[in-house]
């Protein structure tokens, strides 16, 4: 759940993302006057690159990027999330279909007032963030909450995360930033000391670009006794060959490595410990094997679930998809269409082929043992772990017709929802935890300055909060781009902005929330309007400003951090 200190490579969602990024960039508006154009000297030549360097064969492969905004990988079209490796995700559109990711456009018109990284489709894909933009526009109890494994210093990457946790802090929610001290020491092997210096430096950024810590709450993993005791009731719904599965433990994994995951899905769901409320987590999609397990914790500590049922028996989904079809068509078999019974929706189900085709002898069998008991929709609400008071308040608080079994309770004048909502009620008046299912939005990642994948470990391809601005000029100025091989190569057809680093620097961090002016740097490129030289150069002066402003408040918040509720020295030097 932590921002990862190495990002993978950038790429962009989808085709379909693209094209709705174009619509963003397309209205009619004017061009900037000042848009950056190429100095005399580099239109001097058309011998020249069109980011102003000399032509060679080097440079051309270099800038041979792909057309997503990544490199080309071997093996990358094979996604696997990884929170810790360096997987590298070449086709987004694989997260949608193989891991149940929702499309962000498709969310985009319940926000109000989206931040523009969702607007401008840096933000790409969603877990359930509905419920989240529903409070936010209800003016209900919502949460963010984000995490930052120290290993190194804040960069441009980070900040994504930074501001998406800042956004809705000042849409109205309850934000929430931790330092993942627990994990840095387990995972990544960091010690204390270098664990407190690197926790200091993401505390003084996160306040710098504008966390309000009078209305959120910041802590680290190691000093936070409630956390690590969700924690610890966290883990005894989860086992070592669900960890193995998920992040490929094995023998050789160390026990404190893997209590950090069960932290983490104890951080992720947090927020909720003063009550159930809807809590976004930021994060990047190799974050997202741990928004899944904390979905799946979550349901597992609940006391209570609830699905739909159709008679005294339990059936899985794909038989409950048959039951009802087998019920919708009652007056087709049944004797008396006003209480047919199992035994005749199974003789009339045997002899279809209905869809899902697998699970028909199964629940055929189930309702020829059910014999004359009628088939009829309620909906059911089971015991999961629900103490036996809690139970017994569940059974007094279902009104209407119900029936009462060993280890569930059937309402007939319940719907899921109303049903869903009694029983988070029981629960939470009984000692339960109640928790919602958390949500989760994720941002492309950003590439490299110097094309493919942006690195901590290689300082020319990032730039870190802490640069001093005139390096973060250099760095930007040295960038690889989306240019053409020439100056009037690019006049004649345009750059190649989705495939440039420096535009997605425009993109994602120095046009800010003026969608008008990244609009126009696009337009100019694509338009052959704008060359590189010129283009580096007013983007290296914005990044210089942004580095000067950024660092001068960061300044300011080193004298007041003392006064913060959070104690930056572990006092655990010895480890």
Not at 73 to 83: I, S
Not at 111 to 125: A, Q, S, T
Not at 286 to 291: E, G, L, S, V
Not at 506 to 517: C, I, K, R, T, V
Request: hydrophobic share 35%.
């Amino acid at each position: 759940m932590s921002d990862r200190d190495t990002p993978t490579e950038d790429a962009s969602p989808d085709e379909d993302r693209r094209q709705s990024g174009r619509a963003w960039r397309g209205s009619d508006a004017p061009l900037r006057a000042d848009g950056g154009e190429a100095s005399e000297a580099s239109r001097a030549s058309s011998e020249r690159r069109a980011d102003g360097g000399e032509a060679n064969n080097e440079s051309r492969v270099s800038s041979e990027l792909r057309s997503d905004g990544g490199t080309e990988t071997e093996g990358a079209d094979d996604v696997r999330l990884d929170p810790w490796g360096s997987s590298t995700i070449a086709d987004y559109r694989k997260l949608f279909e193989q891991f149940g990711i929702e499309e962000f456009d498709e969310a985009l018109p319940e926000v109000p007032d989206p931040h523009y990284l969702m607007r401008r489709g840096v933000i790409f894909g969603h877990r359930d963030y509905r419920p989240v933009a529903d409070a936010m526009r209800e003016g209900e109890d919502f949460a963010s909450l984000s995490g930052f494994m120290p290993t190194g210093d804040p960069h441009i990457g980070h900040k994504m995360v930074f501001d998406e946790i800042i956004w809705h802090q000042q849409q109205g929610g309850d934000a929430y930033a931790l330092i993942a001290d627990l994990e840095a020491h387990a995972a990544r092997g960091l010690s204390w000391t270098e664990i407190d210096e690197h926790a200091r430096s993401y505390v003084l950024s996160l306040l710098a670009l504008g966390f309000d810590p009078e209305d959120g709450e910041l802590y680290r993993q190691s000093d936070n006794r409630e956390l690590q005791d969700l924690a610890f009731e966290l883990g005894t719904e989860a086992n070592f060959s669900e960890l193995q599965a998920i992040y490929d433990f094995g023998g050789e994994t160390n026990v404190s490595y893997m209590q950090s995951v069960v932290t983490q899905m104890a951080d992720i769901l947090y927020p909720q410990l003063d009550g159930p409320k809807p809590t976004v987590i930021p994060v990047g999609p190799d974050q997202d094997p741990h928004m899944r397990l904390a979905r799946d914790l979550a349901a597992r500590m609940r006391y209570f679930g609830v699905r739909e049922a159709f008679a005294s028996f339990e059936a899985e989904a794909d038989e409950r998809v048959l039951l009802r079809q087998a019920y919708d068509a009652r007056e087709e078999y049944a004797e008396d269409a006003e209480l047919p019974r199992c035994g005749e929706a199974a003789d009339w189900l045997r002899t279809r082929e209905p869809a899902p085709p697998d699970a028909r002898e199964s629940a055929v069998e189930k309702l020829e043992n059910a014999g004359k008991e009628p088939i009829r929709p309620r909906t059911r609400i089971f015991d999961r772990r629900a103490t036996d008071a809690a139970f017994e308040a569940l059974i007094e608080a279902v009104s209407g017709e119900k029936r009462v079994y060993d280890e569930h309770v059937d309402a007939f004048e319940l719907d899921e929802g109303e049903a869903e909502e009694l029983a988070r009620e029981v629960e939470l008046e009984n000692g339960g935890y109640g928790f919602l299912p958390p949500s989760s939005i994720y941002h492309r990642f950003m590439t490299g300055l110097t094309g493919g994948k942006m690195s901590s470990s290689v300082p020319a391809s990032h730039i870190s909060l802490l640069d001093d601005p005139e390096d973060g000029y250099d760095k930007v100025k040295s960038a690889t781009t989306g240019g053409r091989t020439t100056a009037e190569e690019q006049r004649e057809k345009g750059g190649k902005a989705d495939e440039c680093p420096v535009y997605e620097l425009y993109a994602y961090l120095l046009s800010g929330d003026d969608d008008e002016f990244a609009k126009e740097v696009y337009e100019e490129c694509v338009g052959g309007e704008r060359l590189c030289g010129g283009c580096k150069e007013q983007a290296a002066e914005l990044m210089e400003s942004f580095l000067e402003d950024h660092q001068e408040k960061r300044a300011e918040w080193e004298e007041k951090l003392d006064e913060l509720d959070i104690d930056l020295d572990s006092g655990r030097k010895r480890a």
